[in-house]
């Protein structure tokens, strides 16, 4: 008999994380509630780049309320580099010298936030302010050095290079060079950082409640910096108010909050304001590219060479992996057969850079995109049909970029983007643009492609076991901050113990409940997560067949497993289901069925797809409206396609905000001028529009479960495609556009600059 | 310290709170009502949004004693009797939230605006939401969800009407 098998992956079911959330019951770090808790409040460097001269508590420590006034010049223990921050470690509380706006100096412990920061409002500091370095292009001189102890401002160099590199340009027959910049980005989740904590004199041991994507990550950092016993501390991610990967790294309010709760041995909350948001959480994208394009007259790519500098800001803070990242993106879904990059990342007296959503994925293909634009421009050529010519086939697959482990594998890029073409209607567009330039209305078309590199290292696990009640428990490493994974993952277990999804229960981001984990980032919790749930899960059911043996009083080879119930067929023994094999063996006192299975992974998923977006361009406001968005998008295998939606709509959402209004701007001293909603525009529900999606799902052939990445497929060409449609709408004017975000008052200049015209 | 009187989702709670205090952290901290979140504390990110006699109001630009004897309903007040509101519903079958963190205002705002046009275009929808900001969800499911409420408060509120109607004709 067959039967046609429903599974619980591929089901665009409604979340089991959210009755609680809708009804204002989730528990984030700001809820957390101690009794007697202190509020930690921070008093932060209101200069760039400055020595410190004096620190006076006295009148803050007489408030009323106060029960702490701390700084490193006499806690020396918060001198301490932070773990993670490797070679230029900035001390917890900085005491000789501070390097950006925003770097915390002193703490402040009272009874709430209200008395904490009158209390930070009476400390003096004295400052020496010194020369700021605030551009990459100064930095770079380093006259000024930022830590002279590493006599340079360079953290980091790196080059790749393949084929025959910079030397193949003399093959071309063009070469096209652009110099492509991409202003700074805050990820300005609406959770702002926070983290408590919570000393236990009598197990020493410490609790920490964080907002962080990597619970585990973050016990280490702060074992090692208190120098306890990784067993003693313990973290826990409550429900997390979005992450976007910068609540992922090493933060001073981490360790500060964790030393003092044990120092005092009392509850200690900070939750960071809005403006700390702004001025301390760490940044992104701030990048200028030097690129030349070597491509034949038909088209074809030769050479591409590229040298660009990241403004990393003051310290290391995972922004040389985003420059690492942006290398490895910069062929996109194109084939380069030889290629030079050159890649500096450059301290300044900024918030430091960390990995933000996409990562160097947007920084990579934003360059390619934009160049290609650019050649086919200056070739005469169709900007559609550069692309065609060099697209990825599905015959060159394996396809190795050349850049170091990186083999695209799987889909149909150029049927795809032909199907984008066809799903915007390209030549109907063009006879609209027609019209509606003869009417003043100014349209434009940009079209990008992308490939989505995800997961490819370390490991992720599962903590399985059979719970009191007879539910199935999951337990992961990989902290969620709003995906889903708490359906997503019980989807996956469902059809691995063919059971039904309320039967189980997915637990995330507890250091007890499960011994290592990496996190959540990068779009890789399903692909290392979910893997590990499909092939763990039948090592915890051979568990589960055993425990059930001894019931059933058989050997385990008698024991059938099938949807939900154990049997021994050819025997007299009964069968069990899940909630009868719990209550047996509990009351046989025998132990519970647990297992834990890590998914150790090096092969990258290559989700691909490509982005077609009109714009209607004002040309007396610059104002910029978006009619019309699409997104043909292949995700692999797709676990809940409503939470996949999700994450697209989301990612393109945010992905305008950087192309369109977002940009941390610092003045000529380095001060951070974009430090409210007010300056830093977000994108609101009237400037977006409805987003398109079409799914392709080509199974990732290099895992089992055959998922790909989906988080950051929204965000990936958003910068290349708008600047591309804005210019689109003025090419009858040769508009160059170089930066982005393209924001009305950068459009406006360009539209009246002769240099920025052909 | 000021006494004030508040009513909250129908409780009355006499407290003292110091002037400064907002209306926000009275909300949250002494009456562990912790559903009404702080995204910016100026007014710009519609998180903290409450119904203060029966309008949305920013709790975080409310002073508490400003509210003295008001009627406040928030997030936690929507649900009656285990029962969710239609827009609550909404909000979970389409998928209207991620992390959360702003879905206690955007409910909040949206619960008033169906009062006010319980028959909504999508650009309406946009624009009563054009308050509230939202990082991780790109608002789309949000309008979606809006529009399902609306259909169904309409039809909810049409059988009432039709068994109203028939009371009187019978």
Known sequence: MTTTKETWVGRGIPRVEDPRLIQGLGEYVSDIHFPGQWAMALVRSPHAHARILEVRTDAARKLSGVHAVISAVDWEDLRQPLPDMKPLSPPALAYERVLYVGQPVVAILADDRYIAEDAADLVEISYQPLTPVVNVEDARQDSVVLHPEFGTNILDYVNFVSGDGQEALKEADHVISATLQMGRVSAQAMEPRGIAALFDEKTQ????????????????????????????????????????????????????????????????????????????????????????????????????????????????????????????????????????????????????????????????????????????????????????????????????????????????????????????????????????????????????????????????????????????????????????????????????????????????????????????????????????IVIGGQEFLEKAREAAAKILDVKTTDVVYHQGTFSAPGTSAKSLDWTLLASELQRASHSMPAHEYYFYSNTATYGFGCHGVIVEVNEKTSEIRIPRYVVVHDGGVVVNPLLANGQVIGGVVQGLGSALYEEMRFNENGQPITTSFLAYHLPGAVSVPDIEIHHRNYRAPGNPGGYKGVGEAGIIPSQAVILSAVEDAFRDQGLRLNYAPITPGRLFQAMHREEAKL | MVSITLRVNGTVHQMDVEPRWLLADVLREHLKLTGTHLGCEQGVCGACTVLLNGQPARSCLTLAVTADGADITTVEGLAQNGQLHPIQDAFWQEHALQCGFCTPGFLMTAVHFLQDNPDPTRAEIKEALSGNLCRCTGYQHIVNAVERAAKNLREKSGEKESIQTSTVEG
């Open chain 1, 205 to 532: 041991s410490l609790m920490v409640y964080h907002a962080t994507q990597s619970v585990h990550r973050a016990k280490e950092r702060i074992s090692t910096f208190l120098q306890m016993d990784p067993n003693h501390v313990h973290v826990i991610a409550p429900e997390i108010g979005g992450g976007f990967g910068v609540k992922n790294g090493s933060y001073p309010e981490e360790v500060l909050v964790s030393y003092l709760a044990k120092y005092f041995a009392h509850p200690i909350k900070w939750s960071g304001d809005r403006f700390e948001e702004f001025l301390g959480t760490y940044q992104e994208r701030e990048q200028t590219h030097h690129v030349q394009l070597g491509i034949k007259n038909d088209g074809r790519i030769v050479a591409f060479v590229d040298t660009y500098y990241q403004d990393n800001g003051a310290y290391p803070g995972g922004g040389v992996l985003v420059a690492h990242n942006t290398a490895r993106n910069l062929m996109g879904p194109y084939r380069i057969p030889h290629f030079a990059i050159h890649c500096y990342t450059v301290m300044t007296n900024k918030v430091p850079q960390t990995p933000y959503r996409g990562a160097g994925r947007p920084q990579g293909h934003y360059i390619i995109e934009r160049i290609m634009d650019r050649a086919a421009d200056e070739l005469g050529m169709d900007r559609i049909a550069i692309r065609m010519k060099n697209l990825v086939r599905p015959q060159d697959f394996p396809y190795a970029t050349g850049f170091p482990g990186v083999v695209y594998d799987s889909g149909d890029y150029p049927q795809t983007f032909q199907d984008l073409l066809d799903i915007v209607d390209v030549s109907a567009f063009r006879v609209r643009q027609q019209q509606a330039r003869a009417q003043g209305i100014r349209l434009g078309l940009g079209l990008a492609n992308y490939v989505e590199i995800s997961a490819g290292f370390g490991f992720e696990g599962v903590h399985f076991r059979l719970a009191a009640d007879g539910r199935i428990e999951l337990a992961t490493g990989a902290t969620g901050q709003g995906q889903g994974h708490r359906t997503a993952l019980a989807q996956i277990a469902a059809d691995t113990f063919e059971m039904p999804l309320e039967q189980i229960a997915v637990v995330e981001g507890d250091t007890r409940r499960i011994d290592k984990g990496i996190g959540t980032f990068g779009s890789r919790t399903v692909i290392m997560a979910g893997n590990a």
